[in-house]
């Protein structure tokens, strides 16, 4: 039954291209009805509710929320494309820039702490015109962002038009660009993003 529900999830999230994104609150539903009742009530009993079961539903449970994760990416990034950039650049984005941000994401939430990833959502609005943000990575509990994933449209004479796919994590403030990846576009100006 859980594997149903989380298909749902999974489903809603691709065809609706993040539009609904699931809450962390819907993970909680997907617990075991058993352990869900354990897991009623404070964050103490939340501890509790991992410490009763086995390691390998913790780990089920957390791999869940890492697809999540990079599903809701994908969408939000493939939002941001629009439909006239998205169409030319897609293919390539899939095969050399997500497995990137993939890795990026896998990497941040991996570092939070179990009961942490609960708190852990990605906002769910790209900007468009020629801003950089694609998504951001943020505890809701204390609304803080810990990893900033852009593109930066990149005009080089001679050349034309790049969007250059970068991060900023929290631990340097955010000052630091971490290049995950070029495409280029062609000498002509790129739509703006969303449109």
């Given at each position: 039954m859980n594997w149903i529900k989380k298909s749902i999830i999974i489903t809603v999230?691709?065809?609706?291209?993040?539009?609904?994104?699931?809450?962390?609150?819907?993970?909680?539903?997907?617990q075991d009805k058993n352990s869900s009742k354990q897991a009623e009530g404070s964050s103490?009993?939340?501890?509790?509710?991992?410490?009763?079961?086995s390691e390998s539903a913790v780990v089920e449970d957390l791999q869940t929320i890492d697809d999540a994760f990079i599903i809701a990416a994908r969408a939000q990034t493939y939002k941001k494309f629009g439909s006239k950039?998205?169409?030319v650049i897609t293919a390539e984005f899939d095969e050399v820039i997500f497995p990137k941000i993939d890795e990026a994401i896998r990497m941040t939430i991996n570092d939070a702490a179990v009961l942490e990833k609960k708190?852990?959502?990605i906002s769910e609005r790209p900007t468009g015109n020629y801003s950089e943000k694609i998504f951001h990575v943020f505890d809701k509990a204390e609304n803080k962002d810990l990893i900033r994933f852009h593109v930066r449209t990149e005009k080089r004479p001679q050349d034309g038009y790049f969007f250059n796919f970068h991060y900023h994590v929290a631990e340097d403030n955010f000052t630091t660009h971490h290049t995950i990846g070029e495409i280029y576009w062609s000498k002509n100006t790129p739509p703006k993003w969303l449109t």
């Open positions: 999230a691709l065809l609706t291209f993040g539009a609904i994104t699931p809450t962390h609150d819907i993970w909680n539903g997907l103490a009993s939340q501890t509790d509710y991992y410490a009763g079961i950039i998205g169409p708190r852990l959502s």
